[in-house]
């Protein structure tokens, strides 16, 4: 076997992962090929002989391409009428279960909420949140540093659970909880954090906010992670922290800041559903925030 052959045989070893991340990129099965052939053009131009991570190095591949065909789509202005159903594969080979396979891996409601989203922010929620690409690799197909990368996926992801959960929208109602939360972290008080928490909810916090954190030996709860699932452990987290932060507008939304000389330093941005946090995202780096709308509320 020569080298080409080689090559194109660990190609079609990860052909159906492409295809996936593709599809969930594009919402389109005749797209998503194209995106997978332009990936191996690429590879078949390309010395690898220095990559350990054949996949991860296609998988990044193909989030270019597919960044290139939302951002061409785009422009063209096109009027995207509901989600991008899976067209007929006729012509590219693909059988029809296959198809049947990737159309419900993410399902029609997804893909109308991932066609609202930027280019960018849909290629770094999918990239990181369904395929656990890590935002070091992220941010060069983005073209933004980790912490914007881990930005991008943020939003998405808020708007994807936003659609989906039906969160409350009520200004009032989520100041109430998030005035809850702040008292009960405040006073270390782990029933009230529990009565205010989802039984699942979510805490992600950046890598600046983790050191902090870390560094901050003002009270003995548990070091902040960058993840966290479950009542229990963020409340043990949050218990006896959040100090000095308070209620504030985050991108229109009613979430928390902490802001000691006025400029934001970390903040909070929750996610609530039926009066309780679903999740929680911490922000202290300084990229992640420049591009966060933060404006801090009368306590």
Known sequence: ?????????RFEEHRGHLRAVAY???GSTSEAEDAVQEAWLRLSRS????????????????????LDMLRSRRSRREELVGAHLPESTADDGAAPEDEAVLAQSVGVAMLVVLDTLDPAERIAFVLHDMFA???????PVVSRTPAAARQLASRARRRVQRADAAPDADPARRREVVDAFLAAARGGDFEALLSVLAPDVVLRADDVAVRAAQADPSHAAPPLSKLLRGASAVANTFKGRAQGARPALVDGAIGAAWAPDGRPRSVFDFTIVDGRITAIEVFADPDALAQLEVEILDA
């Open 1 to 9: 076997m020569d080298g080409h052959d080689w090559l194109a045989q």
């Open 24 to 26: 969930r990129m594009l």
């Open 47 to 66: 010395d690898t002989s220095d990559v350990a991570n054949l996949g991860g190095w296609l998988t990044t591949v193909v989030g270019r391409v597919c």
């Open 133 to 139: 690409v890590p935002f070091d690799e992220i941010a």
